[in-house]
């Protein structure tokens, strides 16, 4: 048996030994495809105000920039002109921020081939893919005790159409962040791998917390999902609404995860508190990051945990 003495010598060799943890990612998911102003009057919706909301969240921390755009009226839209408009006013205000464009607007009605079309067009480090059919999300009442109803999100109808759409990301150099809603999109990702059109390492963002056919933002679910990971994958998880946004953190934290935080997935900075701007939120995650013992990674540490090798870099 080990005396005290020498129990403490080992212990204390092997803190020695410890690393320190690695950097962690934080995505900032500015402004989404579905609500508006008018629930949220400080959601940036035009490209000047997501350009300035943008650079404060990138100032703030937040190493990737998840973006989605509005036309004229605040609708979502897949115009790649607004895309590269807002690209172009991140990066001429010194933006080096990896920037993850939004494929995702099928929540807004928006169709296949036009939310995919800015990947071969501006060829984004990162473009975000949801690896499944569709689900069918909903939603409860204002007091939260009533289901409203809900309706059926299209998004791929075959596998096949799912594997011509990798690859076009893997033609482009351009990152997926694969969008998993539920389990079985797991399996899909799995079928992607063994036709060979995804790179590792893989990026996952397991979206959770929305009513409906979503995953319920629950640390065992978060378990399970994780445990359904190829080894490697670098993962995110979006905790949709202000119960489950900064809870889910915690918790991404103690698995190891990167972070997402933005106005795309709660609009809350604590319990009953509207947040000011996607980079008041930022700064709440840094802080609870650096009370854990951890540092945000640097656009350039991101760049290298990804292994991201593709295009409209800063210059
Ligand atoms: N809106 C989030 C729940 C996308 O843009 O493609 C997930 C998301 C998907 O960010
Ligand atoms: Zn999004």
């Known amino acids: 048996?080990?005396?005290?003495?020498?129990?403490?010598?080992?212990?204390?060799?092997?803190?020695?030994?410890?690393?320190?943890?690695?950097?962690?990612?934080?995505?900032?998911?500015?402004?989404?495809?579905?609500?508006?102003k008018q629930a949220y009057p400080a959601l940036p919706e035009q490209p000047d105000e997501i350009i300035s909301q943008g650079l404060e969240a990138w100032r703030a921390g937040a190493a990737i920039l998840h973006l989605h755009a509005r036309d004229k009226n605040g609708k979502a839209s897949s115009?790649?002109?607004i895309f590269h408009q807002i690209v172009d006013g991140l990066r001429s205000a010194g933006c080096d921020a990896v920037l993850n464009l939004s494929t995702g607007g099928a929540v807004a009605g928006l169709p296949l081939e036009e939310r995919i079309l800015l990947v071969p067009e501006l060829k984004p480090e990162i473009a975000s893919f949801s690896v499944g059919g569709g689900s069918m999300l909903g939603r409860y009442d204002h007091d939260g005790d009533t289901?409203?109803?809900?309706?059926?999100?299209?998004?791929?109808?075959?596998?096949?159409?799912?594997?011509?759409?990798?690859?076009?990301?893997?033609?482009?150099a351009t990152k997926p962040e694969l969008e998993v809603y539920h389990s079985g999109m797991l399996n899909n990702i799995a079928a992607l791998m063994d036709v060979g059109v995804l790179e590792e390492p893989l990026l996952v963002n397991f979206v959770m917390g929305i009513p409906g056919?979503?995953?319920?933002?629950?640390?065992?679910?978060?378990?399970?999902?994780?445990?359904?990971?190829?080894?490697?994958?670098?993962?995110?998880v979006s905790a949709i609404g202000a119960a489950n946004h900064f809870r889910m953190l915690g918790a991404v934290l103690a698995m190891g995860g990167q972070i997402r935080v933005g106005l795309e997935d709660n609009v809350y900075i604590r319990r009953g508190e509207l947040a000011a701007s996607n980079g008041q939120i930022v700064e709440k995650a840094v802080r609870i990051l650096r009370e854990l013992g951890g540092e945000p990674a640097t656009p350039e540490e991101t760049r290298h945990i990804l292994k991201l090798s593709g295009g409209n870099k800063h210059e």
């Open 79 to 81: 115009d790649v002109e």
């Open 147 to 172: 289901w409203v109803g809900d309706r059926f999100v299209p998004l791929f109808s075959s596998h096949r159409e799912m594997e011509q759409v990798a690859r076009i990301f893997s033609d482009n």
């Open 213 to 236: 056919e979503c995953t319920k933002a629950t640390v065992k679910n978060l378990q399970f999902l994780t445990e359904g990971l190829p080894p490697g994958a670098e993962w995110l």
């Open 1 to 36: 048996m080990l005396s005290w003495k020498s129990a403490q010598l080992n212990h204390r060799h092997s803190q020695r030994r410890n690393k320190p943890m690695k950097p962690t990612i934080i995505t900032c998911a500015l402004t989404g495809a579905q609500q508006g």
